[in-house]
């Protein structure tokens, strides 16, 4: 029987849990932090370390409580230690060190975005290979994965991560934050069909993304509609246009997703792989869910995607991975330091 703690502080969430012999979440808890953020419309680097700072400790104490487990019965350490904020790494960085050093149990890096890709596993078993597709806040990445360890990257964005994109124009539109949710709440009302956003890259070959042209697209439309000088000013002068603002969620919303399941299937075809594994907090979108799984189905692909607390930032999915590195007797010692570095495996 093993137990392993994992901490995970790469953005704007505190997360830690317990895993039980790699499989069996025991607890797995998430402080969000958006009330501090929301006023900012994105995440401000600074607060989030504070907040991961005041916080990590009783969150971790809720954690093993949950988990009905004592520090004592921990047999390793997990902690994300690469790509995120620098300084929101560090907090779990330092206190996966302290907590391995004073227990003298291994300490296990696990990097951000295979937690993301492997965290369908807590759910259920894919078989491999599968094309895996992270789309979050920060990264828009499409991969070949062929076994655990073994990726290729496929394709990325070139700019914007998709999830980013919707936090902007959410925020231009006076929407509120997280922008994804927001958007996807007042998506419901409108007509996805009243704008034609551009599909960036689409008629393209290859298998990057783009989203900062359509972030400016929708700048361009509301400016030209209302006639408004700033930026900042535009959630004033749509005040009371919510029919206006609902259509210009949906549409935008309609455009992300279209290029995110027709890139996702291309890369299905081309590669010849017939399963399709979609994470990160993106991942929640309903209208990403539903039309992936059908647009695959005529394809042939069956599509997998973890319930939505597994794809929004958790630690679980960091615990997962790191039962993986222990059991390959892979750790690292007092020296490590978190890094910015997205590559994998
Ligand atoms: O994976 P995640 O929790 O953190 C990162 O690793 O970035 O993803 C957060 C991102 C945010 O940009 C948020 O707006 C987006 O996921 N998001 C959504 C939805 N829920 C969260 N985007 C679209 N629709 C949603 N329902
Ligand atoms: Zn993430």
Request: net charge positive; hydrophobic share 45%; aromatic share 6%.
């Amino acid at each position: 029987m093993s137990h392993i703690l994992a901490i995970e502080t790469s953005c704007d969430e505190t997360a830690a849990a317990v895993l039980k012999d790699g499989r069996n979440v025991l607890s797995s808890v998430v402080g969000v932090q958006w009330d501090i953020h929301r006023k900012y419309g994105g995440v401000v680097p600074e607060l989030a370390c504070r907040r991961h700072i005041e916080i990590i400790h009783p969150l971790t104490e809720e954690a093993l409580k949950k988990g009905g487990i004592a520090l004592k019965d921990l047999d390793a350490i997990a902690v994300t230690s690469s790509p995120g904020l620098i300084g929101a790494l560090l907090v779990g960085v330092s206190f996966a060190k302290a907590l391995s050093y004073s227990l003298k149990i291994p300490l296990i890096p696990v990097n951000h975005l295979e937690g993301h890709l492997w965290a369908i596993s807590l759910e259920k078993r894919v078989p491999r290979p599968f094309i895996g597709l992270v789309v979050s806040g920060g990264h828009t990445n499409l991969y070949l994965v062929e076994e655990m360890g073994k990726y290729k990257l496929l394709g990325s964005t070139l700019d914007d991560a998709a999830g980013e994109a919707f936090d902007k124009v959410a925020r231009m539109l006076g929407l509120g934050f997280p922008g994804g949710p927001a958007i996807e709440l007042y998506g419901m009302k409108g007509k996805p069909d009243a704008v034609a956003f551009p599909r960036a890259l689409l008629n393209r070959k290859g298998l990057d993304f783009s989203f900062s042209g359509i972030k400016t697209a929708v700048l361009s439309y509301v400016r030209g509609m209302y006639n408004v000088a700033h930026v900042d000013d535009i959630p004033e002068a749509l005040a009371g246009n919510d029919q206006f603002k609902a259509d210009v969620a949906a549409s935008f919303q309609q455009a992300v997703v279209d290029v995110l399941v027709s890139r996702t299937i291309s890369a299905a075809r081309k590669t010849g792989v017939s399963r399709i594994v979609i994470s990160g907090g993106v991942a929640c979108n309903k209208l990403l869910r539903k039309r992936i799984k059908s647009d695959a189905e005529e394809n042939g692909i069956k599509v997998y995607i973890p319930s939505p607390q597994y794809c929004t930032d958790n630690a679980a999915m960091i615990a997962w991975v790191g039962y993986r590195y222990f059991k390959k007797g892979i750790s690292a010692d007092l020296r490590l330091n978190p890094g910015a570095d997205s590559s994998m495996g």
